[in-house]
């Protein structure tokens, strides 16, 4: 009798550490400071990660999963006082229709002590708004598109403030009424190489 109830103890012990999880306990992302990997979804209208976390919006399922920052990206020389931010990325179409992507749908951010802007568009797009090309095939284009079901992985290019080194990946839900959704934080900082 004694060793069966030892035995039921022991089970209700397990089950009740394995309910109370790691990460921030709550079933949220993990906070401690390490890789993330948690998954995150909004709650009104804001969802906050970190590397290695999944982000669940309408559209599709979105994951940092590393950043650097370098003088330059296979030929592309950031400007005078700028360095480039690499942010590789796994992206997830999890919508009932193949999705049209653009890199832009994300947006490189970071607190400005300065009068400059506090956010950068990837590399992929001129001052004008027009395209440019990638400048190396891990690198997302400006537009492509995800089946249903598809997921694909790359990086994103930002010229960033040479002094800057934390860092944020932004995403906002846009709908074809143009209302919008969601907002989606990504927080990181970049390992410099």
Partial sequence: MKRLLSLTLALLLLLTLAACGGGSGDGGPDRSGGAGSGEVQAEDGYAEGRVGDLMHSYFMDFTVNGAYTAAEYHGHAAPEGMKVLVVNMTIKN????????????????????????????????????????????????????????????????????????????SHLELFDDDSEGDTFFVFFTAEER
């Fill in 94 to 169: 999890t919508f009932n229709e193949s999705l049209p992507m653009y890199d832009d749908d994300f947006q490189g951010q970071w607190s400005a002590s300065s009068e400059t802007d506090e956010f950068a568009w990837p590399i992929t797009e001129a001052e004008d708004g027009s395209d440019l090309d990638t400048v190396a095939e891990e690198q997302f284009p400006a537009e492509y598109e995800l089946a249903v079901n598809e997921s694909r992985t790359g990086d994103l290019v930002f010229d960033v403030p040479a002094d800057e080194k934390d860092f944020s990946i």
